[in-house]
């Protein structure tokens, strides 16, 4: 099950299975959705740490966006 993370750590919650968009007979696995308690800790969390990526500058957040999109990619 693909479970939300919060804090680098995953949330457990209820799966359900996930399907393919080219072919909703085909199961690709399962994900379970976040509870609200575990948004509203995400958004604050998110809070907490914009004033430190607002401070790396548009060069370096760049940089690490960059990076995240190619270890997607990968």
């Not at 996930?18 to 800790?41: F, H």
């Not at 809070?47 to 430190?52: E, H, P, R, S």
């Amino acid at each position: 099950v693909a479970w939300p993370i919060l804090g680098g750590k995953p949330v457990p919650g209820e799966g359900r299975t996930a399907t393919s968009p080219s072919n909703i007979s085909r199961s690709i696995g399962s994900v379970a959705a976040s509870r609200p308690e575990t948004l509203d800790a995400a958004f604050r969390n998110a809070c907490k740490a914009q004033t430190a990526w607002d401070a790396r500058g548009g060069a370096e957040r760049a940089t690490v966006l960059r990076a995240m999109a190619e270890a997607l990619e990968t």
